[in-house]
């Protein structure tokens, strides 16, 4: 039982480069979500997803695309990275609507 | 949206003295509570969670929070401190608990 695992831990990208980040579950929990944490601003959701092929947008979606199409898996993509995107970004996921969220040990992304 | 407020971006205790870490939100509807720990290059764990069958809820790690809606408040506290107490602290709320909200954090520093 791995948990919640995320690919790759670091990453640098040049401006107007595009990427995902994976992240993957083996609870088979149905709530997934993207955060990125920024110092001094804690923790803002990006999207999140209550089940395969369900998605939506959280506090700060602009820039970044999410799809479901399976209970594990929930990839964040960046379309075209831009230096604002420079952050941590995590990945959690629960058993359903208030439940503990458990998160992935992060990505540590860098655009130049 | 729902908002949380951690007052005191940075605490400093003694080793053995009580721990007192505030978190207010804003919701006009019982919301779901959380305090997460985060230690350092490592993503969050669960401290604890209001549940609404207690107002007194324990934690892991001799950490506890009270409810008190009244003051909408949830802080954090834990009567002696250790050292491996030292780390970020995250305050979290929602509503609906598909959407969480989280505080801007604590990070606690334990002085020998």
């Known amino acids: 039982n791995a948990g919640v695992t995320q690919t790759p831990k670091f990453q640098v990208l040049k401006t107007g480069q595009s990427m995902t980040l994976q992240c993957a579950q083996d609870?088979?929990?149905?709530?997934m979500s993207w955060y990125r944490q920024d110092p001094g601003m804690g923790l803002r959701l990006i999207h999140y997803?209550?089940?395969?092929?369900?998605?939506d947008q959280g506090e700060v979606p602009n820039g970044y695309n999410v799809s479901r199409s399976t209970t594990e898996d929930f990839p964040l993509r960046l379309l075209s990275a831009a230096p604002s995107q420079t952050s941590v970004y995590f990945c959690?996921?629960?058993?359903?609507?208030?439940?503990?969220?458990?998160f992935g040990p992060g990505t540590r992304l860098t655009v130049t | 949206a729902q908002s949380v407020t951690q007052l005191g971006s940075h605490v400093s205790v003694s080793e053995g003295a009580l721990v007192l870490l505030r978190c207010n939100y804003s919701?006009?509807?019982?919301?779901?509570l959380f305090w997460y720990v985060q230690y350092p290059n490592q993503g969050l764990q669960l401290l604890l969670k209001?549940?609404?069958?207690?107002?007194l809820v324990k934690g892991i790690n001799g950490f506890e929070a009270e409810f008190k809606k009244s003051e909408t408040s949830f802080h954090l506290t834990k009567p002696s401190a250790h050292m491996s107490d030292a780390a970020e602290y995250f305050c979290?709320?929602?509503?609906?608990?598909?959407?969480?909200?989280f505080g801007t954090g604590t990070s606690l520093t334990v002085i020998p």
């Open positions: 959690a996921s629960a058993g359903g609507p208030g439940y503990e969220q458990y």
């Open positions: 609870m088979n929990h149905e709530y």
């Open positions: 997803s209550v089940g395969a092929g369900i998605t």
């Open positions: 919701s006009s509807v019982p919301p779901y």
């Open positions: 209001y549940t609404s069958a207690a107002t």
């Open positions: 979290a709320v929602s509503d609906t608990g598909n959407q969480f909200y």
